[in-house]
């Protein structure tokens, strides 16, 4: 009965490492790093790294999204030497995971075609996957005053 038990034990934790290499040698997402920063530890705030760029594939896969990420901590989907950012109304949209974009390319974002539809306006997409209502409430006291939107738009996914 004892060799049973031991044989279930270790045949159980043989197949996990099996399915934990797998996932690590054939997943195509980026999982040694992530484009957030923690910025209040008390509260566990984390928002977009200012100024940075991430690839998410590490295989040089044939779809591999990359992030760019603006001095507003906002994900910039098309290049904003397009927009006269000082004549450009700004709105502030924050969101979660759907409204960034995450592991879509940019073109293929739906604020990416907002921005193009609504070129008279500068688009600051702070939305970060992960974020709750608690999130961006933190993140309009911390950076609205920088920002300085005409309109904030939250959008709500279930």
Not at 83 to 95: E, V
Not at 101 to 120: A, I, N
Request: glycine share 4%.
């Amino acid at each position: 009965m004892r060799h049973k038990f031991l044989l279930s034990v270790l045949s159980i934790t043989i197949t996990l490492v099996v399915i934990e290499l797998c996932f690590r040698l054939f997943y195509p997402i980026n999982l040694q790093g992530w484009y957030g920063e923690l910025l209040d530890n008390e509260k566990k705030f984390f928002a977009l790294k200012k100024n940075h760029s991430h690839k998410t594939d590490r295989w040089n896969y044939k779809y591999a999204p990359s992030y760019k990420i603006g001095e507003y901590r906002n994900r910039i989907t098309r290049n904003i030497k397009d927009l006269d950012i000082s004549k450009n109304k700004r709105i502030l949209i924050l969101g979660d995971s759907f409204t960034f974009g995450l592991y879509l390319k940019d073109e293929h974002t739906y604020m990416d075609k907002l921005q193009k539809k609504f070129s008279r306006f500068y688009l600051v997409n702070s939305s970060t996957p992960g974020w709750g209502l608690e999130d961006y409430n933190l993140f309009l006291k911390s950076f609205c005053s920088q920002i300085k939107p005409e309109k904030i738009i939250i959008i709500l996914n279930d």
